[in-house]
């Protein structure tokens, strides 16, 4: 089996499903997506970190709220957008990274 060709086709798939996810139910939701890897690495924590991801999320889009209405001028960005950009570089990133260190999850 070729194994860098599956590794590369489920990286695929995996950005695909985000995008669907996003498409389908908004993307503030998309959030609650990166919440649990960023708070994983803030707390340096290998199980289930429930509470410190909840906080990040609310974090993150408190300050994406923040940034979009009161700082970018006259220009008032829906939250949305914000998290999308900061998230979906992110989340690759994230894939690109475990995909590289020949892990199967984040």
Not at 37 to 66: C, I
Request: proline content about 8%; aromatic content about 4%; overall charge positive.
């Amino acid at each position: 089996m070729p194994v860098e060709r599956v590794r590369l086709a489920v990286l695929a798939l995996a950005a695909v499903l985000a995008a669907v996810a996003v498409g389908v139910a908004g993307p503030v939701p998309f959030v609650a997506l990166v919440a649990a890897p960023v708070a994983r690495r803030l707390t340096r924590s290998t199980g289930a970190v429930l509470l410190p991801a909840a906080l990040v999320g609310a974090l993150v889009t408190v300050v994406a709220d923040a940034v979009g209405a009161h700082f970018l001028g006259p220009l008032q960005v829906p939250v949305g957008v914000l998290t999308g950009v900061v998230g979906g570089p992110y989340l690759l990133w994230l894939l690109a990274r475990s995909n590289t260190a020949g892990r199967a999850g984040w």
